[in-house]
């Protein structure tokens, strides 16, 4: 099993919706990242997160360091959102395998 | 800032060849990371260092070796190139601030070994 799973791993949704990205974890943590990998490849930081909430723009993180979880949501998405999310907790820095998140117009 | 530079962004190599990737940062991070990501996988740990000098293997260092003589510079080295390592790699540096980390990864390099 995983050290980090993600949930889905394949999302389409119409532009507008809400969208929420899981990801679940099985050991002890200091700090979780939420990154996006663009269909180019590049690989951009969204959050740092080690409790709470953290919101930029139209994403909201939060985590749960008790249940082993994290969530990624998107308010009013957009096409130009489409691109793949990828949750890494802080040990040595382990990797879930990503949602890939398509909006379609 | 140019932030993390790797070069070559593509390359074929031929079995039993050897390559390096390069990568520099110009923030002045102490943390370096090489990770590699092969189709439908997370990214893997190959090397980290966590400044000039240091450096540890992390999950899937076998095939690969690293330096670190500067703070900007963390080379990865392929000694004899097997169909294996065929993947993207990524150069990665953090910098650690009071309430928490920032990660800044490289455009990635695609290696083809044939």
């Known amino acids: 099993k995983n050290e980090v799973e993600q949930s889905p791993q394949n999302l389409t949704a119409q532009e507008g919706e809400f969208i929420t990205i899981n990801c679940s974890y099985s050991?002890?943590?200091?700090?979780l990242h939420w990154l996006q990998q663009h269909p180019g490849g590049g690989i951009v930081s969204l959050f740092m997160?080690?409790?709470g909430k953290k919101k930029h723009g139209r994403l909201i993180a939060t985590i749960n360091i008790q249940e082993k979880h994290s969530s990624l949501h998107i308010t009013a998405s957009h096409p130009r959102d489409s691109a793949v999310y990828i949750c890494?907790?802080?040990?040595?820095?382990?990797f879930g395998t990503g949602t890939r998140l398509t909006i379609i117009p | 800032n140019a932030g993390v530079t790797q070069t070559p962004k593509f390359r074929i190599l031929k079995i039993g060849q050897s390559m390096t990737l390069q990568c520099t940062q110009d923030?002045?991070?102490?943390?370096m990371y090489w990770y590699r990501q092969d189709p439908g996988m997370g990214l893997k740990l190959i090397y980290y260092?966590?400044?000039?000098?240091?450096?540890d293997k992390g999950e899937v260092p076998n095939g690969y070796n690293v330096s670190r003589s500067t703070t900007e510079d963390f080379p990865l080295r392929l000694e004899l190139a097997a169909p294996s390592q065929t993947s993207v790699y990524f150069c990665?540096?953090?910098?650690?601030?009071?309430?928490?980390?920032?990660?800044?990864f490289g455009s990635g390099t695609q290696l083809s070994v044939l």
């Open positions: 890494a907790v802080r040990k040595k820095l382990t």
């Open positions: 990665a540096s953090s910098y650690h601030r009071t309430g928490g980390e920032k990660l800044f």
């Open positions: 997160l080690s409790s």
């Open positions: 260092s966590v400044g000039a000098g240091i450096t």
């Open positions: 923030m002045n991070h102490n943390y």
């Open positions: 050991v002890g943590i200091s700090a």
